[in-house]
């Protein structure tokens, strides 16, 4: 049995035998019987460690943990990201604690400091920088979870629960996958061919195949039978396998055949889509700034950025254009002071420290050109490319086309769409995609086309013979119960007499 000495005021020792029979000491605040509860869990404990029922926790810290956990993540594609994420965002917060010590209710502080507030207007822009987006608070928690999950099962760092499974986990809508048309697929490739056949062949053949663009980098010649219509995707980027470790079969559509065929014949790479110089892509490929290109030459736009060609003059301290201040603030930030307001107010309205508030004013940073006027900088957004002059200036603006915000991955789901609203079969879909289940096929993948719904809703309910479209009994353009002139009306049904 145990036991309790005072030591102070609410101020306990706990003596009790451990696994190994040898006696051990703790000291807690709190009250007495608070304090003969912890001896009593203490003493259940290492009777469970003595019997094998349990493991003895190790004292390591979490960041002492993760340097060992990381040999286990190196292996992934994403290590980098996943491995700055931690050393930003988690590390400085848990890496000083013991790793069987951390709380479920630890977690969730952390998670829940990096949640946006729900108002963020008015914060300035280095005030909202530090705020992380839902998913990715979602990708810390995953992280944690694996994390806990390896220090129980393989390392044996504690044994219990893992703390995440009860931790925050932040409410993330899952955004609609992209999908384009075929005819506008075609249109981008067209455009593209204007300027490159190497891009309008990639266009193409990531849009009627589907394949990830690290797969594309990766694709040889020796992959691709073109008189049985086949490509063998094995590899992607610079790994010798795909993202699911399988390869996988995947048919070349008629329309494609004839450009690839082309393309085989003037090649004298060993790759499909070499570099300039006809070695392997690099991993790091930026396929999207030239499909983006690709948008703009096509006329595939979200509107036209109208901006002022005057040069712009900089100003001390705008540093690589992520500074909180521009010219014409800190001019205003002097005018303000001059006329007596304070430096907390003004700090408060700027997104700034008081101390920087105060070089300001005194001149001590943002000299010289912040004293100038700063150029014009003025710019506007329209849906047409009309030209147009700077109010301020009174010269011609420049004119920018603002690509639509198709990005090159979704040539992929455009793909896997259009083959699940052609066949209706989305394990056809899965098998082509290489998605281990076709959950990730539907949830991620196939777009629910409203134009594709509504063909299906009228090949469902067609329209009865003779009925041009209307009620039975009912002249056209007649108004129903529901009448034109009053839409709130309830819709009603007539009983038979």
Not at 179 to 196: G, N, T, W
Not at 305 to 317: D, F, I, L, M, Q
């Amino acid at each position: 049995m145990g036991s309790i000495h005072a030591r102070g005021k609410n101020t306990w020792e706990l003596v009790y035998r451990g696994a190994d029979g040898k006696r051990k000491w703790l000291r807690t605040k709190g009250t007495k019987s608070k304090a003969k509860d912890m001896l009593r869990e203490l003493e259940s404990q290492q009777e469970r460690i003595r019997l094998g029922l349990e493991v003895a926790p190790q004292r390591k810290t979490v960041s002492t943990a993760y340097a060992s956990h990381c040999e286990a993540l190196r292996m992934l594609r994403s290590f980098s990201t996943v491995d700055g994420r931690w050393r930003k965002h988690l590390l400085p917060e848990l890496g000083e604690k013991l790793v069987h010590q951390v709380t479920p209710e630890d977690i969730s502080k952390v998670l829940r400091a990096k949640m946006p507030p729900e108002d963020t207007e008015g914060q300035s822009r280095e005030g909202k920088r530090k705020w992380l987006a839902p998913k990715t608070v979602r990708h810390l928690r995953q992280h944690l979870h694996r994390f806990f999950g390896w220090c129980i099962d393989e390392e044996r760092l504690f044994k219990g629960e893992n703390p995440v499974a009860r931790a925050f986990d932040p409410d993330v809508e899952d955004a609609e996958p992209e999908a384009m048309d075929l005819a506008l697929v075609e249109l981008v490739a067209s455009a593209a061919e204007e300027y490159s056949q190497d891009v309008a062949d990639l266009i193409r053949t990531a849009g009627y195949t589907g394949l990830r663009r690290g797969e594309l980098i990766a694709l040889v010649w020796e992959c691709v039978d073109l008189l049985n219509r086949i490509i063998r995707v094995r590899a992607s980027g610079d790994s010798k396998t795909t993202k699911s470790k399988k390869s996988r079969p995947v048919p070349i559509p008629l329309a494609l055949l004839p450009h690839l065929e082309r393309r085989r014949r003037e090649s004298t790479s060993l790759w499909v889509f070499p570099a300039p110089d006809g070695s392997r892509n690099r991993p790091d490929w930026d396929a999207n700034a030239l499909f983006r290109t690709a948008l703009r030459r096509a006329g595939v736009v979200d509107g036209y950025a109208h901006s002022c060609g005057t040069p712009r003059r900089v100003a001390t301290g705008e540093r690589h254009g992520r500074s909180k201040l521009t010219a014409p603030q800190v001019k205003e930030i002097r005018r303000r002071a001059k006329a007596g307001e304070g430096p907390t107010a003004l700090s408060k309205a700027y997104g700034v420290s008081r101390r920087t508030i105060g070089f300001i004013v005194s001149g001590e940073r943002w000299g010289g050109a912040a004293r100038t006027e700063g150029g014009c900088g003025h710019s506007e957004r329209h849906p047409d490319a009309e030209p147009r002059g700077c109010p301020a200036c009174k010269v011609p603006l420049t004119v920018r086309p603002i690509p639509a915000t198709y990005l090159f991955k979704h040539l992929r789901s455009t793909y896997l769409t259009h083959v699940v609203e052609a066949t209706g079969d989305l394990k056809v879909s899965q098998d082509l995609a290489g998605h281990s289940s076709d959950r990730v096929t539907r949830k991620h993948y196939a777009k629910k086309r409203v134009e594709h719904l509504r063909a299906q809703v009228d090949r469902a309910f067609p329209v009865p013979a003779g009925t041009n479209g209307t009620l039975p009994g009912t002249p056209n353009n007649a108004p129903t119960n529901r009448t034109e002139t009053n839409p709130s009306q309830p819709i009603t049904t007539a009983r038979p007499a």
